[in-house]
C-alpha cells in the first residue's frame, strides 16, 4: 500500500499564544492510499449523561406500547423529530438509591448512585462514594484525548455541607467520581469552560479575567496566523468545513460575551456566578454548543452533564412558572402541581430536542456527528412525588456506531439494574469489566418477548 501524500494528523491544533483549538476531522486527516485502495478513518465513539433531577412525570413520559417508536407521549413529544435515534429503555432500577437501613435522602442517595452503582455513605463530612463509570472510560481513553472527560453543570455546585436529609452536597452537586472520595465538580460558567477547551487549560477567576486585556479579543485572533498557514494547504472542501467550525466557535464566544455584558448591567444584590446566563435555555444551549465543539475536536470522549442539581427547587419564569421545581414535585396528586411539573420535564426535553437537531446536522465523515455517539439522558428517580427507584426515565441517543439498533422501546424485567446499561456502553467504549457495581450482566438491546 502507498501512501501518495501525507495527512494531517487527527490531533491536530490551531495554537497562538496561550490559544490551541482543536480541529475537526477533514478529509485532509484521511492519507491518500495507492488507486484501487478505499480512504477511511473510523470516527471515535463518544458517551454522554445528562441528568435531569426531582423525577420525572411518568405517564406523560411512559409510551403505552413496545416495540417501535410511535407518537411519543407528552414530556417526549419535542423529540418526535428524532424517533428514528433514540432508545427508549424501561424497568431499569437503582435498588442504591433505595434507603434500604438508611431511611430519608433520596436525592442525595439517587445521583450519587446513578454513575456509581452504590449506595452512598451517608455523611456530610466523610463522603464516600465509589468510582462512576464514566471515568473507568476515561481512565481507560487518557492518553487518546486532551481531556480524558468533561464535567459539565448549570447550577449551585456547593460541595459541603448538608444537601438532604444528612447527606453531604457533594452527593447532590456531582454526577462523575475519580475515587470514593473525589467527585469531579461540574464547570457551571460558559466563559470557564469556554477556557478550558480552547485556552492554556487555566480556569481564570473573573478578576483575574478582568486583569487579562487580552480576553477582550477574539481566541481566533490568537490563531489566526496558524489558521492561514493551514487554509492554505487544505482542498475547497477542507476549507469550507473549517470555516463553518471556527464560525461556530466564534457564534458562542459572542453569545458568552453578550451574557457578560448583560450580567454587568443587573444588580442582583447577592454574589452571582460570572457570565451564566438567566435564561435556562440559553444557557443549555451555550454548553451544549461547547460539548459539541469539543466532540468534533476530539477534545474528549467522555462527558457527564448535571443539567441541574438534584433537590433543586429552581423556578421556571420563562415558561410561567414561579414554584420551585422540588417543591412541585411534591404534588400529592393536586393537579395544578402535576401540571407544572409536566411543564418543567418538556421543557427540559425541548432544550435536548434543540442538542439532538444540532447533532445531527454536524458532519463527520461520511456520517452525522451523532451516529459516533451514547448520549444517556435520564434521571436518579421516576416518580418524584414518592421517591420512587424503580422504572427511570431512559433515553438513550444516538446508535454508538451502529451497535445499537434505535427507534425502539425496551421493557426489561423489573427491577433490571441501571448498571447493566452502564455494562454495556463501557463494553462499546472499549472497556470490558465483569462487575460494576449492582449489575446482574450486560443489559441487552436486542428485541424482547
Not at 128 to 148: E, M, N, W, Y
Not at 240 to 247: G, M, V
Amino acid at each position: 500500500m502507498t501512501i501518495t501524500r501525507k495527512a494531517l494528523h487527527r490531533r491536530s491544533f490551531l495554537r497562538g499564544m496561550g490559544a490551541a483549538i482543536g480541529l475537526p476531522l477533514l478529509d485532509a486527516m484521511v492519507p491518500a492510499l495507492a488507486i484501487g485502495q478505499a480512504r477511511a478513518v473510523k470516527a471515535p465513539l463518544r458517551m454522554v449523561f445528562a441528568y435531569v433531577p426531582n423525577g420525572i412525570i411518568m405517564n406523560q413520559w411512559n409510551p403505552d406500547y413496545e416495540g417501535k417508536l410511535g407518537e411519543l407521549p407528552r414530556v417526549l413529544k419535542p423529540m418526535e423529530p428524532h424517533r428514528d435515534d433514540i432508545l427508549m429503555l424501561g424497568n431499569l432500577t437503582h435498588n442504591t438509591g433505595r434507603a434500604l437501613l438508611d431511611g430519608a435522602g433520596d436525592h442525595g442517595r439517587c445521583s450519587g448512585s446513578y454513575l456509581t452503582g452504590i449506595q452512598v455513605k451517608k455523611t456530610t463530612v466523610d463522603i464516600k462514594a465509589g468510582v462512576s463509570c464514566d471515568q473507568i472510560v476515561a481512565k481507560h481513553l487518557a492518553d487518546q484525548t486532551r481531556f480524558p472527560s468533561l464535567e459539565v453543570g448549570m447550577e449551585d455546585a456547593r460541595q459541603a455541607g448538608d444537601c438532604d436529609s444528612g447527606y453531604s452536597c457533594a452527593y447532590t452537586n456531582n454526577l462523575s467520581w475519580k475515587s470514593e472520595t473525589q467527585p469531579l465538580p461540574p464547570i457551571l460558567d460558559p466563559r470557564a469552560l469556554f477556557e478550558r477547551l480552547f485556552g492554556n487549560g487555566v480556569i481564570l477567576s473573573p478578576e483575574a479575567r478582568a486583569r487579562e486585556a487580552d480576553y477582550r479579543r477574539s481566541i481566533l485572533d490568537f490563531v489566526g496566523e496558524d489558521t492561514r498557514r493551514l487554509e492554505a494547504t487544505l482542498g475547497p472542501t477542507d476549507r469550507r468545513k473549517l470555516d463553518e467550525y471556527l464560525t461556530s466557535i466564534r457564534e458562542v464566544e459572542r453569545q458568552i460575551e453578550r451574557t457578560e455584558n448583560t450580567n454587568a448591567q443587573i444588580d442582583p444584590h447577592m454574589e452571582k456566578p460570572y457570565g451564566i446566563p438567566a435564561d435556562f435555555a440559553e444557557h443549555f444551549k451555550l454548553m451544549t454548543d461547547m460539548i459539541t465543539i469539543a466532540f468534533q475536536a476530539d477534545l474528549t470522549r467522555v462527558v457527564t452533564f448535571l443539567i441541574t442539581r438534584e433537590g433543586t427547587s429552581r423556578p421556571y419564569r420563562e415558561i410561567g412558572i414561579a414554584d420551585g421545581h422540588h417543591p412541585c414535585t411534591h404534588h400529592q396528586g393536586k393537579p395544578d402541581l402535576i401540571e407544572k411539573v409536566t411543564q418543567i420535564n418538556t421543557y427540559h426535553a425541548t432544550q435536548l430536542a434543540a442538542w439532538v437537531d444540532k447533532l445531527k446536522c454536524t458532519p463527520e465523515g461520511d456520517n452525522r456527528l451523532l451516529d459516533n455517539m451514547m448520549l444517556v439522558y435520564g434521571a436518579g428517580l421516576s416518580d418524584g412525588n414518592r421517591h420512587l427507584h424503580e422504572d427511570l426515565p431512559t433515553l438513550v441517543v444516538g446508535n454508538a456506531a451502529g451497535s445499537i439498533k434505535t427507534g425502539r422501546r425496551l421493557v426489561y424485567r423489573k427491577e433490571t439494574p441501571m448498571c447493566n446499561l452502564h455494562l454495556a456502553m463501557m463494553d462499546r467504549m472499549g472497556v470490558r469489566m465483569e462487575h460494576f457495581g449492582d449489575a446482574t450482566g450486560e443489559l441487552s438491546f436486542a428485541e424482547l418477548t
